[in-house]
């Protein structure tokens, strides 16, 4: 499993932004199926751990984007009722992602051609980045299995998810938040405070 260092107090204590287009309620109202991408990860340290291999760290990169994505996949099915739209299943994402061949390579495409690929209306996406703090070797861990609180804070992060609108790439709603890192919790834990806190202004909210 993968873990995370989250501390669930710190989401309010932290800065939100939300940002949506003039053309965003016109937009979504046409919507009816919704591909979420891997999420854009990225796992620095302010101190460089002593066995610190950039492989393993670009390893755990992909394997906590990947995660990111199916947790707000589970999250958003557990309250589809919820939803003027559907979510595509990340593996039939990804799989068509793959056969393009443009899984590696989303920075590079417009997001309405990938809209066209996937057969959506629209697209979710986001970053992740945090910077760890601890420089001990069992703190490459964004993706370690460990227990146990961490004592006290070990980085900074912040959380970006992004919805674009599949006929024309363009942007059409963005949610903003930095945190402070503290307890260890699941992917699953940090998709779930972070759409607790989407969920008041997200788009698709009935």
Not at 96 to 105: F, T, W
Not at 106 to 125: N, Y
Not at 141 to 157: E, F, P, Y
Not at 170 to 175: A, G, I
Request: hydrophobic share 35%.
């Amino acid at each position: 499993m993968c873990l995370l260092l989250i501390n669930s107090a710190s989401f309010a204590q932290q800065t939100k932004q939300v940002f949506e287009s003039p053309k965003m309620k016109e937009a979504i109202a046409k919507h009816k199926i919704v591909a979420i991408l891997p999420f854009n990860v990225s796992i620095t340290y302010k101190k460089q751990p002593k066995n610190y291999s950039a492989e393993g760290n670009r390893q755990q990169e992909i394997e906590l984007s990947k995660n990111i994505q199916t947790s707000m996949f589970t999250y958003l099915l557990r309250k589809a009722k919820d939803y003027s739209v559907s979510f595509q299943d990340p593996e039939k994402t990804n799989i068509l992602l793959k056969k393009a061949g443009i899984y590696d390579k989303l920075d590079q495409v417009t997001r309405d051609t990938i809209a066209k690929i996937l057969g959506v209306d629209a697209i979710v996406g986001g970053d992740f980045k945090t910077e760890q703090t601890k420089s001990e070797a069992g703190a490459i861990a964004l993706v370690i299995i460990t227990s146990g609180a961490t004592g006290g804070k070990t980085g900074d992060g912040s959380l970006v998810m992004n919805i674009y609108n599949g006929t024309d790439g363009e942007l059409l709603w963005r949610f903003t938040k930095t945190m402070n890192e503290g307890l260890e919790t699941s992917t699953d834990n940090l998709v779930e405070h972070m759409m607790r806190k989407v969920s008041r202004n997200f788009p698709y909210e009935k």
